[in-house]
């Protein structure tokens, strides 16, 4: 199976890789903040996708311990989930 950096380099080019690697670690500085770093109309769902999409970039490039704390930032919106759903 090609990895997602390839695909996107090869359909790209190498300064759109670029590009995408400074996105994608910028999105994960935000992500990783103390600040709630989610628009009010973003759906859990969306949420929930975005961060595997990034787990599976950072584990392609063997950056585990980003991976680790994007799990943790899921973990907190599934719980946020779960919670909404509780008092709903």
């Known amino acids: 199976m090609e990895l997602f950096s390839d695909m996107f380099e090869k359909y790209m080019g190498k300064n759109m890789k670029n590009y ?4 994608l670690i910028e999105t994960y500085k935000v992500l990783v903040s103390d600040t709630d770093p ?3 109309t ?3 769902k969306k949420k929930i996708k975005l961060i595997d999409q990034m787990i ?3 584990t392609e ?4 311990e980003r991976c680790a704390k994007l799990v943790e930032v899921k973990e907190k919106v599934m ?3 779960e919670d ?3 008092t709903s």
């Open 38 to 40: 989610w628009p009010k």
């Open 42 to 44: 973003f759906e859990p």
């Open 61 to 64: 490039r063997e950056e585990y």
């Open 56 to 58: 599976e970039y950072f």
């Open 84 to 86: 909404n759903d509780k």
């Open 20 to 23: 995408l690697d400074q996105t």
């Open 79 to 81: 719980k946020d989930v």
